[in-house]
């Protein structure tokens, strides 16, 4: 079953928009992860925050994790038409052997030029 | 550096086929990783290895079979291809699980099933 659910499913927005994706998770993590998919494309991790982290930035991304609500968002400022892309959450669950990820559904997100 | 290099890019096969999907990494990575993509859907874990000569089973491993006899290569065989194994299938990799990594991703294999 998926551990991570994505909210929302697909998002439409202005370039230079911010754009907010939301992930949950139902057990306990030791890290979550964000990768984006451009179309025809494999995963390209972005970044990745620790259960002992509560905000990490990278560039024009930012992350929050609340491990008490078990969720996490992803922050991208200033958006640009090449930032179209699927976003997903992973989620590596305590206790899972061979560092194995569970991915959420993903986000769609589209930046109208 | 070509990173994960999977093959072939698109396949089409009639069900009752088999065939067998490649997955090569030029990184010296220990673990490697076959998913599964449906539309719609995030990726599902078919199965995965934590070294030469290691296989274990994910969460969807009912139809495949993998083997990894080199530590650069993780196969993938499909035996008799059925129409619902028609998918986006995904190889990834990690150097170790020292402390958390992210996963390098191939571009994909599309197979569709007759």
């Known amino acids: 079953s998926q551990q991570g659910e994505e909210d929302p499913q697909a998002l439409s927005i202005q370039e230079g928009e911010n754009a907010t994706m939301n992930c949950s998770y139902k057990?306990?993590?030791?890290?979550l992860q964000w990768y984006r998919q451009n179309s025809g494309r494999g995963l390209v991790h972005l970044i990745l925050?620790?259960?002992?982290?509560r905000e990490k930035h990278s560039g024009r991304l930012r992350v929050t994790l609340d491990t008490s609500k078990k969720s996490s968002s992803l922050l991208i400022t200033a958006s640009r038409a090449a930032d179209t892309a699927s976003y997903f959450c992973?989620?590596?669950?305590?206790?899972?052997?061979?560092?194995?990820?569970?991915f959420g559904e993903g986000t769609q997100l589209t930046v109208n030029p | 550096n070509a990173g994960v290099t999977q093959t072939p890019k698109f396949r089409v096969l009639k069900t009752g086929q088999s065939m067998t999907l490649l997955c090569a990494q030029d990184?010296?990575?220990?673990?490697m990783y076959w998913y599964r993509q449906d539309p719609g859907m995030g990726l599902r874990l078919i199965h995965y290895?934590?070294?030469?000569?290691?296989?274990a089973k994910g969460e969807v491993p009912d139809g495949y079979n993998v083997s990894r006899l080199k530590k650069q290569n993780f196969l993938l065989g499909l035996e008799s291809a059925a129409p619902s194994q028609t998918s986006v299938y995904f190889c990834?990799?990690?150097?170790?699980?020292?402390?958390?990594?992210?996963?390098?991703f191939g571009d994909g294999t599309r197979l569709s099933i007759l």
């Open positions: 992973a989620t590596a669950p305590k206790g899972t052997s061979g560092s194995r990820l569970t």
């Open positions: 057990t306990s993590i030791n890290n």
């Open positions: 925050i620790r259960s002992n982290e």
């Open positions: 990184m010296n990575h220990e673990y």
């Open positions: 290895s934590v070294g030469e000569g290691t296989t």
């Open positions: 990834a990799s990690i150097a170790s699980s020292m402390g958390g990594e992210p996963q390098h």
